[in-house]
């Protein structure tokens, strides 16, 4: 997605920026990474915001290719834990 860590946790509510959390936070729960709690410290937004996009991830992951794409790639990238 080529978002860098300062705009994920900048408080803008870009549409992009939005969707990219909410991968983020679908990828790290799913798999493990970390807990809602901890990625909510990081991205500065509400534990339930972030459960809301990654269900709406979700939701959409078994029509969009381009999705299923994006995650995979952060699942990949993604080979630490998240704690803060």
Do not use: K
């Amino acid at each position: 997605m080529g978002i860098d860590l300062e705009r994920l946790c900048s408080p803008s509510r870009d549409r992009a920026l939005a969707r990219a959390r909410a991968l983020l936070a679908y990828v790290v729960v799913t798999h493990g990474f970390s807990t809602l709690t901890a990625l909510s410290r990081i991205v500065h937004r509400d534990v339930a915001t972030l459960s809301n996009g990654a269900a709406m991830v979700r939701e959409r992951l078994a029509e969009d290719p381009v999705l299923q794409e994006r995650a995979t790639t952060l699942e990949q990238r993604l080979q630490i834990p998240i704690t803060q």
